[in-house]
């Protein structure tokens, strides 16, 4: 287990099982969205899923669309107002062979289902999944509480799979 997985592992903010999926994911080239409020820690743990994605794969930081023109395997978009956000993650996805790893804040909403069915229009690669990493305090402690894979089926069809987490 990567050592920044193992941290929020020990911390209780993700699980074993979650931190198995997000390491898996980050090795298979999948997209990844650290999803919620900034007061349940998706900053900092998006930092971490970063920081996997940079030191594994060549990545280019990405502070305006210009950067999504370099060749790169993991685009890192760091939440950003005062652009179009979600044109700026429209044009990560559209990349041949390539991932992202962003963020969704309440600031900073955009659809992925929008961005999964433009891009299968306009790329016709049925072969990009992006898992959403939902985070969400639990009596004011944060916790990363669902993982929603989103991926093709051979026709283009956009499918969901959930894993929950579970507390005792």
Same mark, same amino acid.
């Given at each position: $287990?990567h050592? $920044?997985l193992?941290?929020n592992i020990?911390?209780g903010?993700?699980?074993e099982?979650?931190g %198995?999926?997000i390491e898996?994911?980050i +090795?298979?080239g #999948?997209? @990844?969205?650290?999803?919620g409020?900034r007061? !349940?820690?998706v900053?900092g743990f $998006?930092a971490?899923?970063? !920081?996997i994605a940079?030191g594994?794969y060549?990545?280019v930081?990405?502070? +305006? #669309?210009?950067a999504?023109d %370099?060749d790169?395997? *993991? *685009? =890192?978009?760091?939440?950003?107002e005062?652009i179009d956000?979600?044109?700026l993650?429209? %044009?990560?996805f559209?990349?041949p ?5 962003? @963020? %969704?804040?309440p #600031? @900073?909403?955009?659809?992925?289902? /929008?961005?999964?069915? /433009?891009g299968?229009? #306009?790329?016709?690669?049925a072969?990009k999944?992006?898992? =959403? =990493?939902e985070?969400?305090?639990?009596d004011?402690v944060?916790?990363?509480? +669902? =993982?929603?894979?989103?991926y *093709?089926d051979?026709?283009?069809k956009?499918l969901?799979e959930?894993i929950?987490r579970v507390?005792e």
């Open positions: $287990m050592a $920044m193992q941290k020990d911390t903010f993700i699980t099982e979650q %198995k999926y898996e994911a +090795n298979n #999948e997209s @990844l969205i650290v999803s409020h007061s !349940a820690g900053r $998006m971490a899923c970063m !920081a940079k594994q060549d990545s930081q990405v502070k +305006n #669309e210009d999504i %370099k790169a395997k *993991y *685009y =890192l978009i760091p939440g950003q005062g956000f979600e044109a993650v429209q %044009k990560a559209n990349k062979n390539a991932a992202f790893v962003t @963020l %969704k804040e #600031e @900073l909403p955009y659809s992925i289902m /929008k961005i999964m069915k /433009k299968f229009k #306009e790329t016709g690669d072969s999944v992006v898992t =959403l =990493l985070c969400r305090k639990i004011d944060p916790y990363m509480i +669902n =993982l929603t894979r989103t *093709y051979e026709k283009g956009i969901k959930d929950e507390f």
